[in-house]
Nanobody, 126 residues
Framework: QATLVESGGGLVQPGESLRLACTVS????????VGWFRQAPGKEREGVSC????????YYRESVKGRFTISRDRAANVVYLQMDSLKPEDTGLYFC???????????????????RGQGTQVTVAS
């Protein structure tokens, strides 16, 4: 069974950038939709960005459009989330996940909570 390990989180000031990485063991990215999610204390889990296996469908939640970019290194089995112009409301535990659905938007909006990593903390504060 594949494992997912996130890295790249940290404490930054508003307006700064971070790049998160999700390293996936096994050659599964060619077959699964992958997504980044975040969870802040007292708030519901949010689907931040998802990408299907072919990279033809990419979904971003409205609040991160134009600031976040999801990408993938197929050779290294790593999925990235480049986060620019960070805001305090972006604070949360970010984790990556895989699902068998072929639809990126569906994964981000209806994620079941399975097959995920432990997460990496992102804190945006001045």
């Amino acid at each position: 069974q594949a494992t997912l390990v996130e890295s790249g989180g940290g404490l930054v000031q508003p307006g700064e950038s971070l790049r998160l990485a999700c390293t996936v063991s096994g050659d599964v990215l060619n077959y699964y939709t992958v997504g980044w999610f975040r969870q802040a204390p007292g708030k519901e889990r949010e689907g931040v960005s998802c990408m299907d296996a072919s990279e033809r469908e990419i979904y971003y939640r409205e609040s991160v459009k134009g600031r976040f970019t999801i990408s993938r290194d197929r050779a290294a089995n790593v999925v990235y989330l480049q986060m620019d112009s960070l805001k305090p409301e972006d604070t949360g535990l970010y984790f990556c996940a895989l699902e068998g659905t072929p639809f990126a938007q569906r994964m981000c909006t209806s994620y079941k909570g399975n097959f995920r990593g432990q997460g990496t903390q992102v804190t945006v504060a001045s």
